[in-house]
């Protein structure tokens, strides 16, 4: 790692401070993605304030809905009661991704901030990686780019977002708190994320100097349907190919879909929200030739680059699957 | 205590680990004497009681305290420093093992206030205060924990380069099951319930420890085993 200096925060306003004065001074929470990436020599910070100590750990029932602090652990997000009770889809999320150790350490506020696994970006003795090095090219279009995205991708970028917790957050429709130096707002999580467009590296809409305070999910009251599929190469400890977070309100005994809430992992440069799959479902019943359909509607704009070719049919699939599962569910 | 005491004291420590290793190599270098020459950024080790800063701690280094086993270390560290350095190079506790220094095998696992991480991807400058304990820390005296026990009992090793990491890791799993906190493979997790444990669980519980002697039968036996409180 090269040398940095570490200093930690007292207060919220005090870690602000630090991080908006130097371009080259970042936040540390779990630190599990920026020690690492540290290590490969993607993230040269010259210095680090840690956050750790800050109050803002607390998950807490908010406006009908829920208030999860940015430090909290994940592991305290997934065993939370009322999470598991209210989003069970949320839990289901957090706990299929990384390991038990690695979930103990990381934080909410810093899963939204994961940065790609993409082979190119992670290892810097490839030169061509737009995200790492502005205009350098991306290496990965004409290479080995099995995991890589097959929606809203560009010719500078087709990396993935790898996180599985923001694909639920996506589907439940989160809202991000954060605090600045112009001071706090709240930013809707289709706003959070960009597209990597020409200029792959940015990735989320955060303005330097501001920090993630907190996490809100509004009240959902059908929350209990819902449902996380992961389809990886491994059955555990993997990051997805394609995932799919599902939440459907449905009527009661007619079986007929009022709303549904769908996002899509592994597949684009952010959680991709299935608005098209969504609209296609909406006031109709759960079968199979309509799931099918809606799954095709969302994937026609989709473009393989030789490797992922088959993550087209694979989310098509992933989407009938995981909403039939939800679709199947008791509410007891 | 002067810096240069403290180092003098840290050299005299090497030199008696080196002439244990020298009885059982021939190269003339001893490998742990070899990899401490390797490691950047100079470490004082002070003795924790009555400890201070020394006067010539290098430019941004800082002071950490955090107690490993019960045994409180107060530390001047490189802000580089990772839990796990901090614990092999500095403590000279080696039975935490560096496997990928990258959080992906596990090898690392140690437990911070009764929580199981991996040490290679935290600062220990992160840890001040903190309750860490480590493979060192789980047996009493000669007697083994149980989970160790265990583990010999039912073979869940065979290298054993993994085995401190899995054991840590096995501990805390067997916390966290009773505790009722869900893992992915837990069935309907609003129901809030003690966890019903199978070998799907462990193994999926387990997942973030590899073992690539493939010794996994063995150690969801030894798991199985301290869970049903036979150690043996």
């Known amino acids: 790692m090269r040398p940095f200096t570490y200093t ?15 371009s080259g001074t970042r936040f540390v929470g779990g630190g599990t993605n920026l020690l690492d990436l540290m290590k490969m020599g993607v993230e040269r910070p010259a210095h680090l304030v840690d956050i750790n100590r800050l109050p803002l750990t607390e998950i807490i029932e ?39 150790q690695l979930r103990n350490m990381a934080t909410m506020g810093g899963n939204l901030l994961q940065r790609t696994r993409c082979y190119y ?47 639920a957050l996506t589907a439940l429709d989160a809202r991000i708190q954060v605090t ?7 930013i809707p999580i289709p706003e959070f994320y960009r597209l990597p467009g020409d200029t792959p590296q940015h990735e989320t809409n955060l303005q330097p100097g501001e920090l993630i305070t907190a996490i809100d999910v509004p009240p959902l009251a059908y929350g209990k349907r819902s449902f996380y599929l992961k389809i990886r190469d491994r059955q555990s400890y993997a990051f997805a190919l394609v995932s799919v977070a599902v939440v459907l309100d449905m009527e009661e005994g007619g079986g007929t879909i009022r709303r549904a809430h769908i996002a899509l992992g592994g597949v684009a440069h952010k959680p991709w929200r299935a ?58 | 205590m002067s810096s240069d005491a403290a180092t003098d004291s840290r050299a005299k420590a090497d030199m008696k680990e080196n002439e244990l290793e020298q009885a059982h190599q021939s190269s003339g270098v001893s490998r742990r004497a070899f990899a401490g020459s390797a490691i950047p950024g100079a470490v004082t080790v002070l003795p924790s009681e009555g400890a201070q800063a020394p006067a010539t701690a290098p430019p941004g280094s800082l002071e950490c305290s955090l107690t490993v086993n019960g045994q409180e270390h107060k530390i001047q560290i490189d802000p580089r420093t990772t839990l796990l350095d901090l614990l092999r190079e500095n403590l000279h506790m080696t039975g935490t093992k560096k496997g990928c220094d990258h959080g992906q095998c596990g090898a690392c696992t140690v437990l911070v206030n009764g929580r199981r991480i991996n040490s290679c991807l ?19 005296g000669a007697d083994l924990h149980p989970m160790q026990a265990a583990f010999i009992e039912h073979d869940g090793l065979q290298c054993g380069y993994c085995t401190p990491g899995q054991i840590c890791s096995a501990v805390a799993l067997l916390d ?17 319930k003690e966890v019903n444990l199978t070998d799907e669980e462990i193994k999926e519980r387990m997942s973030g420890n590899i073992c690539r002697c493939g010794a996994y039968a063995g150690i969801v036996a030894a798991v199985w085993a301290v869970y049903a409180g036979k150690t043996a």
């Open chain 1, 275 to 332: 608005e098209k799959a969504e609209q296609f479902l909406a006031g109709k019943k759960p079968e199979a030739n309509v799931m099918r359909a809606a799954a095709e509607a969302e994937l026609k704009e989709a473009k393989g680059y030789g490797g992922n070719d088959f993550k087209i049919e694979l989310a098509r699939r992933s989407i009938v699957r995981a909403v039939g599962t939800a679709a199947a569910m008791s509410q007891a």
């Open chain 2, 176 to 192: 966290e099951v009773k505790s009722g906190a869900p893992s992915f493979v837990t069935s309907n997790l609003s129901v809030i």
């Open chain 1, 180 to 186: 600045g130096p112009k001071g706090s707002r709240t």
């Open chain 1, 62 to 100: 908010h406006q009908g809905g829920i208030r999860m602090g940015a430090l909290a652990r994940n592991t305290d997000a997934a065993n939370h009661q009322l999470i598991r009770t209210r989003y069970p889809v949320l839990s289901q999320a957090i706990l299929a991704g990384a390991s038990q």
């Open chain 2, 122 to 140: 935290t600062l220990a400058a992160m840890h001040d205060g903190d309750q860490v304990t480590t493979i060192e820390g789980l047996a009493k």
């Open chain 1, 121 to 167: 970006f992670y290892d810097p003795s490839y030169e061509e990686c737009n995200k790492r090095t502005p205009g350098s090219g991306c290496a990965a279009i004409k290479g080995v780019n099995r995991i890589h995205a097959i929606l809203g991708a560009s010719q500078t970028c087709i990396a993935t977002h790898p996180s599985d917790m923001c694909v």
């Open chain 1, 8 to 22: 930690r925060a007292a207060s919220i306003d005090d870690a602000v401070k630090a991080v908006s004065a130097n």
